[in-house]
Structures are given as C-alpha cells and as structure tokens.
C-alpha cells in the first residue's frame, strides 16, 4: 500500500480522507496493524486504477531503498499486470527524480563550500604576507 501510496504522489492522509478514515488508522492499516477490510481494498483499488487483488497478494518480496533522509520501501511481485509495471515504473522514476535533484543541491553544496574554502585560504594567505 506505501508504494502505491508513494507512487502516485499521495500522503497518509489523503488516502485516509478518501477512505473516511483517520490518517492514525490508515497508518495502521498500512503498517500491516489493522487488517483492510473488502470495502476499502475495493476503494483503494478504484484510488490506484490497480485490481484488488494486488492487497490480497502474500508473495509480496520487500526491497528497501535507503539514501539517507529518503528511505523508501518497494514491494514488487512475482507476476505484474499492465497497471501494476506502470505504477512500479513511474516508482522508480520519482526516485530516479530523487536521486537527481539529490545529486544537483550535493554538487550546489561542494561548489559553495569550494569558494569558501578558496576564500579562507586566500585569507590566511594574505595574513601571512602581512
């Protein structure tokens, strides 16, 4: 349900408002505490364009995917229709998405601490002549 969740950009608690549940009990029921009931495995099938059964799956293998403050968990199974490749596809693009603009503020960050660096040398240069 989190990558569903994820994939399509939504947070606990839109998906608990949709449901006409409280984001503590979504939580729970994502978390695996709370079991999903047939009326919301069809709603949250109708949410994600997903067939139901893809709740009821018990081959269900979990990969973490972990850079730092971005942990992500990535559910794949063992058979996937149309609508299920789609959503993991557009998953891992959004991380892809993550990775890069993750990568763009490390680079923005060594250039500005590289100036500074030649700043302060010139400083203490400058210093020494004096």
Request: aromatic share 8%; charged share 30%.
């Amino acid at each position: 349900m989190k990558i569903l969740r994820e994939a399509n950009g939504y947070s606990q608690e839109y998906v608990a408002s949709y449901l006409k549940i409280s984001q503590n009990t979504y939580s729970k029921i994502e978390n695996g505490q709370i079991r999903l009931t047939i009326d919301r495995m069809k709603k949250l099938a109708e949410l994600y364009n997903v067939p139901a059964n893809i709740f009821l799956s018990e081959d269900l293998p979990v990969v973490n995917y972990n850079t730092g403050s971005h942990s992500r968990t990535i559910i794949s199974t063992q058979e996937y229709n149309e609508s299920e490749h789609k959503t993991i596809i557009k998953l891992y693009e959004r991380f892809i998405k993550e990775k890069d603009e993750q990568i763009e503020t490390l680079k923005q960050q060594n250039e500005k601490l590289s100036k500074e660096n030649d700043r302060l040398l010139s400083h203490l240069i400058n210093d020494k002549t004096s």
